[in-house]
Protein backbone atom coordinates (compact mmCIF):
# COMPACT_ATOMS: atom_id res chain seq x y z
CA UNK A 1 0.00 0.00 0.00
CA UNK A 2 1.28 3.30 -1.08
CA UNK A 3 0.85 4.56 2.84
CA UNK A 4 3.51 2.06 3.75
CA UNK A 5 6.62 3.67 4.98
CA UNK A 6 9.76 0.90 4.54
CA UNK A 7 11.61 0.23 7.63
CA UNK A 8 14.45 2.79 7.91
CA UNK A 9 17.70 1.40 6.41
CA UNK A 10 20.67 3.17 7.90
CA UNK A 11 23.87 2.56 6.11
CA UNK A 12 26.98 1.19 7.52
CA UNK A 13 29.45 3.22 6.06
CA UNK A 14 28.21 7.13 5.89
CA UNK A 15 29.25 8.51 2.25
CA UNK A 16 26.62 11.61 1.77
CA UNK A 17 26.87 14.30 4.34
CA UNK A 18 22.64 13.79 4.98
CA UNK A 19 20.48 10.45 4.47
CA UNK A 20 16.91 11.78 4.84
CA UNK A 21 13.84 9.65 5.50
CA UNK A 22 11.60 11.17 3.67
CA UNK A 23 10.20 14.60 2.46
CA UNK A 24 8.61 16.28 5.91
CA UNK A 25 7.26 19.28 4.20
CA UNK A 26 6.54 21.90 1.53
CA UNK A 27 6.27 25.57 3.11
CA UNK A 28 4.39 27.73 -0.02
CA UNK A 29 4.65 31.51 0.04
CA UNK A 30 1.26 32.71 -0.66
CA UNK A 31 -0.95 35.92 -1.06
CA UNK A 32 -3.48 36.07 1.71
CA UNK A 33 -3.05 33.53 4.40
CA UNK A 34 -6.89 33.23 5.66
CA UNK A 35 -8.23 32.30 2.56
CA UNK A 36 -5.08 29.65 2.27
CA UNK A 37 -5.59 28.40 5.68
CA UNK A 38 -9.56 27.69 4.96
CA UNK A 39 -8.44 25.88 1.65
CA UNK A 40 -6.33 23.43 3.21
CA UNK A 41 -8.51 22.64 5.76
CA UNK A 42 -12.21 22.81 3.70
CA UNK A 43 -11.19 21.33 0.59
CA UNK A 44 -7.20 20.07 0.96
CA UNK A 45 -8.52 18.14 4.07
CA UNK A 46 -5.51 19.27 6.55
CA UNK A 47 -5.86 19.82 10.15
CA UNK A 48 -4.72 23.08 11.61
CA UNK A 49 -2.06 23.04 13.81
CA UNK A 50 -0.39 26.19 14.58
CA UNK A 51 0.02 29.44 13.27
CA UNK A 52 3.08 32.29 13.83
CA UNK A 53 0.31 35.10 13.78
CA UNK A 54 3.44 37.88 13.69
CA UNK A 55 4.60 36.64 10.74
CA UNK A 56 2.01 35.80 9.09
CA UNK A 57 2.44 31.95 8.89
CA UNK A 58 0.18 29.14 8.80
CA UNK A 59 1.19 25.28 9.87
CA UNK A 60 -1.08 21.91 8.91
CA UNK A 61 -0.92 18.43 9.54
CA UNK A 62 -2.89 15.40 9.90
CA UNK A 63 -0.62 13.24 12.59
CA UNK A 64 2.50 12.46 10.00
CA UNK A 65 4.52 15.29 11.34
CA UNK A 66 4.09 18.64 12.70
CA UNK A 67 3.26 20.04 9.73
CA UNK A 68 3.46 18.98 6.10
CA UNK A 69 2.33 22.17 4.82
CA UNK A 70 3.49 25.87 6.17
CA UNK A 71 2.58 28.80 4.54
CA UNK A 72 4.43 32.42 4.85
CA UNK A 73 2.25 35.40 3.56
CA UNK A 74 3.84 37.67 0.86
CA UNK A 75 2.68 40.41 2.91
CA UNK A 76 4.49 39.44 6.28
CA UNK A 77 8.06 40.98 6.70
CA UNK A 78 9.40 37.85 7.16
CA UNK A 79 9.16 37.06 2.95
CA UNK A 80 12.12 36.52 1.39
CA UNK A 81 10.13 36.42 -1.86
CA UNK A 82 7.78 38.57 -4.07
CA UNK A 83 6.97 35.28 -5.42
CA UNK A 84 3.97 32.87 -5.27
CA UNK A 85 5.29 29.92 -4.95
CA UNK A 86 8.20 27.58 -2.93
CA UNK A 87 9.64 28.84 0.38
CA UNK A 88 11.29 25.83 0.96
CA UNK A 89 10.88 22.42 0.35
CA UNK A 90 11.78 20.23 4.22
CA UNK A 91 13.73 16.93 4.55
CA UNK A 92 14.00 14.97 7.98
CA UNK A 93 17.04 12.98 9.11
CA UNK A 94 16.50 10.22 11.17
CA UNK A 95 18.48 12.50 14.48
CA UNK A 96 20.11 15.28 15.60
CA UNK A 97 23.55 13.37 15.64
CA UNK A 98 23.03 12.55 11.84
CA UNK A 99 22.04 16.57 11.41
CA UNK A 100 25.23 17.65 13.47
CA UNK A 101 27.47 15.28 11.99
CA UNK A 102 26.36 16.14 8.48
CA UNK A 103 26.72 19.53 9.13
CA UNK A 104 30.08 19.35 10.20
CA UNK A 105 31.55 17.34 7.65
CA UNK A 106 29.56 19.25 5.05
CA UNK A 107 31.11 22.47 6.60
CA UNK A 108 34.22 21.47 5.62
CA UNK A 109 33.94 20.64 2.23
CA UNK A 110 32.82 23.73 1.62
CA UNK A 111 29.13 24.02 1.52
CA UNK A 112 27.53 26.87 3.43
CA UNK A 113 23.95 27.18 4.68
CA UNK A 114 22.06 30.63 4.13
CA UNK A 115 20.56 29.85 8.19
CA UNK A 116 20.62 27.34 11.24
CA UNK A 117 17.46 27.41 13.21
CA UNK A 118 16.26 26.18 16.16
CA UNK A 119 12.26 25.34 15.59
CA UNK A 120 11.89 23.97 19.09
CA UNK A 121 10.08 21.39 17.40
CA UNK A 122 13.45 20.90 14.59
CA UNK A 123 16.62 21.64 14.09
CA UNK A 124 17.00 23.02 10.75
CA UNK A 125 19.95 23.74 8.55
CA UNK A 126 18.94 25.66 4.72
CA UNK A 127 20.20 25.83 2.01
CA UNK A 128 19.42 26.49 -1.86
CA UNK A 129 19.88 24.20 -4.57
CA UNK A 130 21.80 25.57 -7.88
CA UNK A 131 17.85 27.65 -9.42
CA UNK A 132 17.89 29.37 -5.93
CA UNK A 133 14.99 27.02 -4.22
CA UNK A 134 15.75 26.88 -0.07
CA UNK A 135 15.67 23.59 1.26
CA UNK A 136 15.83 22.95 4.73
CA UNK A 137 17.21 19.61 6.31
CA UNK A 138 16.24 18.94 10.03
CA UNK A 139 15.99 16.65 12.65
CA UNK A 140 12.58 16.76 15.22
CA UNK A 141 14.15 17.65 19.17
CA UNK A 142 12.54 16.02 22.37
CA UNK A 143 9.69 18.29 22.09
CA UNK A 144 6.08 16.85 21.60
CA UNK A 145 4.85 18.82 18.44
CA UNK A 146 1.53 16.56 18.45
CA UNK A 147 1.04 18.03 22.15
CA UNK A 148 2.55 21.18 22.37
CA UNK A 149 2.25 22.90 18.85
CA UNK A 150 -1.58 23.85 18.75
CA UNK A 151 -2.43 27.40 18.51
CA UNK A 152 -0.83 30.63 17.89
CA UNK A 153 3.35 30.55 18.41
CA UNK A 154 4.54 33.78 19.21
CA UNK A 155 7.69 33.04 20.66
CA UNK A 156 10.45 34.54 17.68
CA UNK A 157 12.41 31.79 15.97
CA UNK A 158 16.43 31.56 17.03
CA UNK A 159 19.30 31.20 15.41
CA UNK A 160 21.51 28.00 16.47
CA UNK A 161 24.68 27.00 15.89
CA UNK A 162 24.92 23.22 15.43
CA UNK A 163 26.79 21.30 17.73
CA UNK A 164 26.27 24.69 20.74
CA UNK A 165 23.56 22.07 22.20
CA UNK A 166 24.55 18.62 22.71
CA UNK A 167 22.25 16.92 19.95
CA UNK A 168 20.26 13.65 20.61
CA UNK A 169 21.01 9.84 18.89
CA UNK A 170 17.17 9.62 19.55
CA UNK A 171 14.70 9.09 17.23
CA UNK A 172 12.24 12.01 17.97
CA UNK A 173 10.03 12.05 14.71
CA UNK A 174 6.65 9.53 15.08
CA UNK A 175 7.49 6.49 14.20
CA UNK A 176 3.63 5.22 14.64
CA UNK A 177 1.39 8.64 13.59
CA UNK A 178 -2.05 8.72 14.45
CA UNK A 179 -3.39 10.07 11.38
CA UNK A 180 -5.95 12.33 11.34
CA UNK A 181 -9.23 12.42 8.89
CA UNK A 182 -10.87 15.94 8.41
CA UNK A 183 -14.12 14.24 7.31
CA UNK A 184 -16.16 17.05 6.76
CA UNK A 185 -13.29 18.05 3.88
CA UNK A 186 -13.56 17.56 0.25
CA UNK A 187 -10.39 15.59 0.18
CA UNK A 188 -8.85 13.16 2.32
CA UNK A 189 -5.10 13.01 2.54
CA UNK A 190 -3.18 11.00 4.76
CA UNK A 191 0.37 12.67 4.15
CA UNK A 192 2.20 14.73 1.83
CA UNK A 193 4.40 12.53 -0.03
CA UNK A 194 6.24 14.05 -2.92
CA UNK A 195 6.88 17.57 -4.24
CA UNK A 196 7.94 17.82 -8.60
CA UNK A 197 10.39 20.87 -9.46
CA UNK A 198 10.61 21.82 -13.10
CA UNK A 199 14.46 23.18 -13.00
CA UNK A 200 16.61 25.82 -14.92
CA UNK A 201 19.68 23.85 -14.13
CA UNK A 202 19.31 20.24 -14.20
CA UNK A 203 22.42 18.56 -14.02
CA UNK A 204 23.17 20.39 -10.97
CA UNK A 205 20.02 19.88 -9.05
CA UNK A 206 20.56 16.27 -9.20
CA UNK A 207 23.82 16.30 -8.41
CA UNK A 208 22.35 19.10 -5.23
CA UNK A 209 19.69 16.71 -4.04
CA UNK A 210 21.35 13.85 -4.37
CA UNK A 211 24.95 14.83 -2.62
CA UNK A 212 24.01 17.90 -0.47
CA UNK A 213 20.71 16.54 0.34
CA UNK A 214 21.23 12.99 0.42
CA UNK A 215 18.53 11.46 -1.64
CA UNK A 216 18.77 8.88 -3.76
CA UNK A 217 18.15 8.25 -7.51
CA UNK A 218 15.06 5.66 -8.17
CA UNK A 219 14.18 6.93 -11.86
CA UNK A 220 16.61 8.56 -14.52
CA UNK A 221 19.72 10.18 -13.61
CA UNK A 222 22.36 13.22 -14.20
CA UNK A 223 21.53 12.82 -17.98
CA UNK A 224 17.99 11.62 -18.53
CA UNK A 225 14.88 14.49 -19.04
CA UNK A 226 13.62 13.61 -15.95
CA UNK A 227 14.02 11.76 -12.56
CA UNK A 228 12.75 10.66 -9.34
CA UNK A 229 14.42 10.53 -5.85
CA UNK A 230 13.74 9.33 -2.83
CA UNK A 231 14.90 8.70 1.20
CA UNK A 232 15.17 5.93 3.34
CA UNK A 233 11.84 5.34 3.57
CA UNK A 234 11.62 4.31 -0.03
CA UNK A 235 9.11 6.65 -0.78
CA UNK A 236 9.42 8.62 -4.39
CA UNK A 237 10.36 12.01 -2.23
CA UNK A 238 10.94 14.43 -4.98
CA UNK A 239 10.92 14.60 -8.56
CA UNK A 240 12.78 16.92 -10.85
CA UNK A 241 12.00 17.85 -14.85
CA UNK A 242 14.23 19.68 -17.05
CA UNK A 243 12.53 23.57 -17.67
CA UNK A 244 11.99 24.33 -21.54
CA UNK A 245 10.38 27.31 -23.35
CA UNK A 246 6.84 26.50 -22.60
CA UNK A 247 7.97 24.80 -19.29
CA UNK A 248 9.42 27.48 -16.71
CA UNK A 249 11.42 26.73 -13.87
CA UNK A 250 8.64 26.72 -10.58
CA UNK A 251 7.40 24.12 -7.90
CA UNK A 252 5.23 22.37 -10.29
CA UNK A 253 2.96 20.56 -7.96
CA UNK A 254 3.22 18.70 -4.54
CA UNK A 255 1.58 15.22 -3.85
CA UNK A 256 -0.68 13.90 -0.45
CA UNK A 257 -1.56 10.09 -1.13
CA UNK A 258 -5.20 9.27 0.23
CA UNK A 259 -6.64 6.50 1.83
CA UNK A 260 -8.21 4.56 -0.85
CA UNK A 261 -9.39 4.72 -4.66
CA UNK A 262 -12.85 4.21 -3.14
CA UNK A 263 -12.69 7.65 -0.97
CA UNK A 264 -10.78 9.38 -3.65
CA UNK A 265 -13.45 8.60 -6.41
CA UNK A 266 -16.43 10.16 -4.00
CA UNK A 267 -13.75 13.03 -3.23
CA UNK A 268 -13.89 13.76 -7.20
CA UNK A 269 -17.17 13.30 -7.45
CA UNK A 270 -17.92 16.15 -4.82
CA UNK A 271 -15.51 18.23 -6.37
CA UNK A 272 -17.17 18.06 -9.35
CA UNK A 273 -20.54 18.70 -7.53
CA UNK A 274 -18.70 21.89 -5.67
CA UNK A 275 -17.51 23.55 -8.65
CA UNK A 276 -14.16 23.25 -7.82
CA UNK A 277 -11.92 23.16 -11.33
CA UNK A 278 -10.12 20.28 -11.98
CA UNK A 279 -6.55 20.60 -13.33
CA UNK A 280 -5.93 17.04 -14.68
CA UNK A 281 -7.27 13.87 -14.06
CA UNK A 282 -4.98 10.52 -13.99
CA UNK A 283 -6.24 7.37 -14.40
CA UNK A 284 -3.42 5.26 -15.36
CA UNK A 285 -2.55 0.91 -14.51
CA UNK A 286 -0.16 2.59 -12.18
CA UNK A 287 -2.36 5.15 -10.32
CA UNK A 288 -5.21 6.78 -9.85
CA UNK A 289 -5.64 10.97 -9.30
CA UNK A 290 -6.88 14.39 -9.81
CA UNK A 291 -4.97 17.49 -9.68
CA UNK A 292 -6.24 20.62 -8.33
CA UNK A 293 -5.07 24.20 -7.36
CA UNK A 294 -4.93 25.87 -4.22
CA UNK A 295 -6.40 29.90 -4.30
CA UNK A 296 -2.76 31.00 -5.75
CA UNK A 297 -2.68 28.33 -8.02
CA UNK A 298 -0.31 26.32 -6.75
CA UNK A 299 -0.91 22.51 -7.95
CA UNK A 300 -1.72 19.71 -5.59
CA UNK A 301 -2.47 15.48 -6.84
CA UNK A 302 -4.22 13.62 -4.86
CA UNK A 303 -3.64 10.02 -5.52
CA UNK A 304 -3.94 6.56 -4.71
CA UNK A 305 -1.56 4.19 -6.60
CA UNK A 306 -2.63 0.91 -8.06
CA UNK A 307 0.90 -0.85 -8.27
CA UNK A 308 4.09 -0.57 -6.46
CA UNK A 309 6.19 -0.72 -9.38
CA UNK A 310 7.24 2.34 -10.59
CA UNK A 311 5.69 3.88 -13.55
CA UNK A 312 7.29 3.40 -17.43
CA UNK A 313 6.60 6.80 -18.73
CA UNK A 314 7.36 6.12 -22.18
CA UNK A 315 4.46 7.69 -24.81
CA UNK A 316 3.15 9.55 -21.88
CA UNK A 317 2.17 13.03 -22.54
CA UNK A 318 3.99 15.35 -20.14
CA UNK A 319 1.08 16.81 -18.61
CA UNK A 320 0.35 13.56 -17.24
CA UNK A 321 3.77 12.49 -16.91
CA UNK A 322 4.03 15.05 -13.91
CA UNK A 323 1.34 13.77 -11.89
CA UNK A 324 2.41 10.14 -12.62
CA UNK A 325 5.80 10.32 -11.38
FE1 LIG B 1 10.23 24.28 7.19
Known sequence: MAIQEAETQ?????????????????????????????????????????????????????????????????????????????NHLAWELETQVDLVDGYRRSIADGIRYDMTIDHEISHSLYFKDPDGNLNEVYADTEMRWYKQRFGDVLKPTLQWTPGDTLPSDKIHYEPNPDYVRVEHAVFHPIKITQAMLVVDNYEGAFDYYTKNVGLKPLIGGHATPYCVLGGTCGLRDLALFRAKPNRPAELHNVKFVVWSEQDLEASIKRARNEGIKILAEIDHPSRRGIAIADPDGIRILFYVDRTKSTPNLAGIDEETAFYLV
Do not use: C, W
Not at 68 to 74: A, T, Y
Open 10 to 86: RPAAKRDYFQPRRFGHANLYIGEIERSMDFYRNVVGLREAYRRPRILAGFLNNGNTHHDIGMVSLASKAARSTKIGI
